[in-house]
């Protein structure tokens, strides 16, 4: 955390950036049922724990299915991957395309915050 007394030029920039700017978390977790999970029980997670929880430290949850604008949706979850400032991982089913996509955030060696 930056003080008063010792702002740097880029932490400026950066609050001119993010000023205004809504704060995204793509969620990357199953959205489709799962072996060994009652039937909707990720989408009962992401609704009642993750989209509050989210939305109360001031981000915009994001699923790969809630947002889609191209016909290809790899493309738009890579997207979202990259750019959204964090991004949260529900490993509990180890779901290849889960472990797949968090791999990808991992491997562009984005910033954790």
Same mark, same amino acid.
């Given at each position: 955390m930056c003080t008063s007394k010792n702002w740097r030029l880029s932490d400026v920039g950066i %609050? /001119?950036?993010n000023m205004g700017k809504e704060k995204v978390c793509f969620i990357i977790m199953p !959205? &489709? +049922?799962q072996e060994g999970y009652e039937k909707g029980h990720f989408s009962r997670v992401? /609704?009642?724990l993750i989209v509050p929880a989210c939305e109360r430290a001031g981000f915009k949850p994001i699923r790969a299915d809630d @947002?889609? /604008?191209t016909n290809y949706i790899v493309i738009d979850? !890579?997207?979202k991957i990259l +750019? &959204? +400032?964090i991004v949260l991982a529900d490993l &509990?089913? /180890?779901n290849p395309n889960v472990m797949y @996509? %968090?791999?990808i955030r991992q491997a562009f060696n984005k910033k954790q915050r």
């Open positions: %609050l /001119k950036k !959205i &489709s +049922d992401y /609704k009642h @947002e889609v /604008k979850i !890579i997207r +750019d &959204s +400032d &509990s089913a /180890k @996509e %968090l791999g």
